[in-house]
Each structure stands twice: as structure tokens, then as C-alpha cells.
């Protein structure tokens, strides 16, 4: 098992999380695995996402052994509506509160796929489920004296523009293009749900963990799927991709800052697509419209 993570500037993650509850999506590779065992290592209790119950068990017995924390699994389809609606309230049940929501888990689909709910799976992996979980633990998180929304979302957003005309490209679908919207909503939404929590105790923040070395691309069969694992080598490790993950959800210093977009453990300018107001309330209606959430955050 890895040593601690360390933050950008040099300093280690000593900071204790006891006493505090996490839930992180795509806990069972990557960063958000090590994100996972960060929290757990802290101190805090850790629930993991799952969408295969075996991964997520074995993920689970690798953070308690290594941490001795409460860790636990919950599984879900996060491009399914219903197993997110059925997640939230697994978790509702589980705990009284949530400090620290990590919306971490996303993939990239070389062909146009549809999720069971018929939504194209590019949006409704990477942004929909980040949208509905989030609103869905809206109670667990207020119930927190401090909570913090961290939304993982890519430097790809900078190449990113909504296409409220062919959002679910049904006319003209390109892998990268649906993954750089995603990417783009991903920092849209933590802008809008920042403004309709103002005056709140709940912080969100949205982040690019950098090019990091984890199953990212791997689903693919062909030649996607072989160009990934070429350049894995020459990518960050999942440790240090980690880093400003860790960074936005647990420094001290950043108590009270929302909004805002991160890279590299410092808070960075995000797209100019990325910071238009009625853009990202347009976005919100219609995520609103296609997940239906049971809490609804009106504007301020």
C-alpha cells in the first residue's frame, strides 16, 4: 500500500477527518480509489461507489486493512436514474450526514451508447449523475457543519461548448466532443449549484486532476483502448492525480471558498464557456427536467 499522499505545495494530508463521513463515485480504480483511501486514512467514514459489487468489496477489504477505518461499499449503475435515486436514499439510510461528496466517477465512449433511462451515456455518466446524486444527498449535506461538493472534471472543458441544439448527439456524434461538454457541464453545474447554495455551510468546487494513469479509456476495444494503454507510462500516477482532489476537499485554508475551479492544488481561471451565468441556469433547467430530482434548489 502506498504511502500518504502529499498536496502540491509539499505539505502531507495529516489533517483529521475524525468523526466526519465521505462518499466518493468511481472508488475502484484511479483516484477516486485513492481519494477513497486518503479520506479513510484520515479518519473519516468512507463510502464507496461501486458499479461491480466484487471490485467494490475487494477495494473495501484494501482500505481497512491498510487504514483501519469504516469503509463500505454501495453499488450502483450511475448512469441509471433509478440506481441513482436508489443510492441517495441506501445512503440516507446509512448516516444522518455527509461531509464530503467526491463526484469523481466518468468514462469516454469511442461509439454513441445509450443508458438504460435511452439518455446518451457520455452525459449521463459524466454529468447527469454528478447532477441528481448531488441533489439527492442534498439533505445528508446540510445536516453537516461543514460540507464540501468536489466535482472531478478535466482541462478538456476549455475545448467544451454545450449544444443545447444536439446535447445528446443524435445528430452528429464525436467521442471527444461529447466528453469535452460533459467535461464543461461538470464545471457549469458546480458554478450554479454554488450560487443557489450561497449563505449555505455547503462549499462546491470543481477541479482537473491532471493526465493521470488509471482504467480511464480502458473500456474500449481496438484502437482507443490500445493508444491508452501505450501512453499510461507517461501519465501521473493515480497518487498524484489524486493531490488537488484531496486538496479542494479537506485544506483548511480553502473553508468557505465555492465556486470555483482548481488544477494543480491552486484555484485557475476555468473556460470562458465555463463561466457564462445563463449558460450554466439553461443547463440546470434541463439537467433539472431529465433527472427529475426529489430536492429541488431554486435559484437565489
Not at 468489496?57 to 454501495?74: F, K, S
Not at 455547503?202 to 476495444?221: D, E, K, Q, T, Y
Request: proline fraction near 4%.
Amino acid at each position: 500500500m502506498e504511502g500518504a499522499v502529499r498536496t502540491g505545495g509539499g505539505g502531507s494530508m495529516g489533517q483529521t477527518l475524525d468523526g466526519r463521513v465521505a462518499l466518493v463515485t468511481g472508488a475502484t480504480n484511479g483516484i477516486g480509489r485513492v481519494t477513497a483511501r486518503e479520506f479513510a486514512r484520515m479518519g473519516a467514514r468512507t463510502l464507496i461507489v461501486a458499479r461491480d459489487p466484487g471490485r467494490g468489496e475487494a477495494v473495501v477489504r484494501e482500505i481497512r486493512d491498510a487504514t483501519g477505518a469504516t469503509v463500505e461499499v454501495l453499488v450502483a449503475d450511475l448512469s441509471s436514474r433509478e440506481d441513482v435515486a436508489r443510492l441517495a436514499g441506501e445512503a440516507r439510510e446509512r448516516t444522518g450526514r455527509l461531509d464530503l461528496l467526491v463526484n469523481n466517477a466518468g468514462a469516454i465512449f469511442a461509439e454513441r451508447r445509450v443508458s438504460a433511462d435511452g439518455v446518451e451515456m457520455t452525459l449521463a455518466l459524466n454529468h447527469l449523475a454528478y447532477f441528481l446524486l448531488t441533489l439527492e444527498l442534498l439533505p445528508l449535506l446540510e445536516a453537516a457543519p461543514e460540507a464540501r461538493v468536489v466535482n472531478v472534471s478535466s482541462m478538456a472543458h476549455e475545448r467544451g461548448a454545450i449544444d443545447f441544439e444536439d446535447l445528446q448527439g443524435e445528430r452528429r456524434y464525436g467521442m471527444w466532443k461529447a466528453y469535452a461538454q460533459s467535461k464543461l457541464a461538470n464545471v457549469l453545474f458546480t458554478r450554479e449549484l454554488a450560487r443557489r447554495l450561497r449563505g449555505s455551510r455547503i462549499a462546491a468546487n470543481a477541479l482537473h486532476p491532471g493526465a493521470v494513469a488509471s482504467g480511464f479509456g480502458r473500456n474500449h476495444p481496438g484502437f482507443f483502448g490500445r493508444l491508452v494503454a501505450i501512453g499510461a507510462p507517461f501519465l501521473a500516477s493515480p497518487e498524484k492525480g489524486a493531490r488537488t482532489t484531496l486538496h479542494v476537499a479537506t485544506d483548511p485554508a480553502l473553508r468557505g471558498v465555492t465556486g470555483k475551479y482548481f488544477s494543480g492544488c491552486r484555484e485557475k481561471a476555468p473556460s470562458r464557456a465555463a463561466s457564462d451565468d445563463d449558460t450554466a441556469l439553461r443547463l440546470w433547467q434541463i439537467s433539472e427536467a431529465m433527472t427529475q430530482p426529489t430536492t429541488r434548489l431554486p435559484p437565489p
